[in-house]
Each structure stands twice: as C-alpha cells, then as structure tokens.
C-alpha cells in the first residue's frame, strides 16, 4: 500500500514534465481557441475526454493484449506501473473519443485542431524533455564535442535536438499569421514535425527499423508530410472558390 501511493504522488520526473507540458499547453491553446471560434469550455471538455481515453485505452488494449499474464492477476489492471500500458493504443483511442465529442458536438474539424495545435506544440516540447529525463530517446554513438554519456557510451544528445526543433516550431507557429484557412495551423504543424522527424531520426539509436533497415519513423514521416502539403493545397483551392 505504501508502495502505491508513493508511485501515486511522486511520479517519475519525465511524467511530472508531461503533465506540466499538458498545463501550459491547454493554457496556450485557450487563449487561441475564441479565434478560432471554440470555446474554452468544449476546448477543456474534449482535451478531458481524450486525456481519460488515453489512460483507459491504453491500459485496457494492453491488458487485452496480454490476457494470459492478467487473468493471473486480474487487479495489475489497476496497477500505477506505467509500464503495463500501450501509448500508441492510447492515443488512436484519445483520438476516436475527441472526434466522437467534437462530433456530438458539431465541432468544426479543422477549427478545433487548429484551437488544440497550441497544446500539441507544447506537448512535443514536454515529450522531448522527458526522453531526456527518463534517458529514452536517446541516439547513437558519436564523438562530436556536445555529445552526452549515456548508457555507457558517448551518444548524439538526441533529445536536445528533438527540444530545440520542437520549440522552434512552436515559436512559428504561434506567432504565424492569422489570415490563413481553417486548418492551417494544425496542418503547419504537422508538416514540420514531420520535417524534423525526417532529419532528427538519422541521429537515434533505438529507431524501429523494417524492411532491412528502413526507420518506421521515417517512413511515416513522408506520409504525413505528403499528406500536409496535399491537404494544404486542398484548403487553399478551397478557400479561393468560397
């Protein structure tokens, strides 16, 4: 018990960033949100919603996925291990429950991303610092002057890198333009998130590779910049026959 309730108070210093991350970027994204026509309340609701869909998601999808070990132990389903959890089942069920309540609440699509990008910038800042914190992330070996020792070897300090690109497209897009198409914001960033992480995976050491070596993070990175530039083109013919 008493176990519990310390991992319960005194989480890890990489969530403790994350959670930060997730304060200020909510508060970012409400002073924008009226611009973009959302208001604060559906903005916090749904943020609320996806946070819960995200932890329930997540956890579940993993219990499911590993069924055998937790019908031993049915009551690990309600352990605070972070490690018994799926983020990126957490996050397609986080996405499905923002859509559903943006949905029920005739949202318009591209105007609510737009009016969360602010939190989405914020928190890929926050991510980067907590690769740094938790020693994830991290890259390969080198012997470059600002390299950093790290699990026994001299390695790119890959989550500096991932920190500053993030905070430099935060830093664009928040004080870009307003005169832009619905959508814009989000799509902006999307495509240099997706540009960076072309460039800045090369420097990582624990990249998923497939396929003989291709690095998955690449690999969907083009995807989503291709779909970005396609997407924009899209909303900008949109936007001149209206």
Avoid: C
């Avoid at 602010?118 to 740094?132: D, E, K, R």
């Avoid at 970005?228 to 026959?241: G, Q, S, Y």
């Amino acid at each position: 018990m008493i176990r519990f309730f310390r991992a319960l108070f005194a989480p890890p210093r990489h969530l403790i960033l994350l959670f930060a991350a997730l304060w200020l970027g909510l508060t970012l994204a409400e002073k924008r949100a009226e611009r973009h026509g959302i208001s604060n309340d559906a903005l916090n609701t749904m943020v609320y919603y996806g946070i819960l869909g995200y932890i329930i998601g997540g956890r579940v999808l993993f219990a499911l996925a590993n069924l055998s070990a937790f019908a031993r132990s049915p009551r690990s389903i309600f352990s605070v291990n972070v490690d018994l959890f799926d983020p990126t089942a957490g996050l397609i069920t986080a996405i499905l429950v923002g859509l559903m309540y943006g949905r029920q609440r005739k949202l318009p699509l591209w105007s609510t991303l737009d009016a969360l990008t602010p939190l989405f910038a914020i928190l890929a800042i926050g991510l980067s610092l907590s690769h740094l914190a938790a020693g994830t992330g991290f890259g390969s070996p080198t012997d470059l002057p600002w390299r950093i020792d790290l699990w026994n070897a001299t390695r790119h300090p890959t989550q500096i890198y991932d920190f500053v690109a993030s905070l430099i497209i935060f830093g664009l897009i928040w004080y870009r333009k307003m005169d832009s198409p619905a959508g814009s914001d989000f799509i902006s960033f999307a495509a240099l998130t997706a540009a960076a992480r072309l460039f800045l995976e090369a420097f990582r050491a624990d990249s998923t590779l497939i396929f003989d070596g291709l690095r998955l993070a690449q690999i969907l990175a083009w995807i989503v910049l291709a779909a970005a530039f396609v997407t924009h083109e899209l909303l900008i013919r949109k936007e001149n026959t209206s």
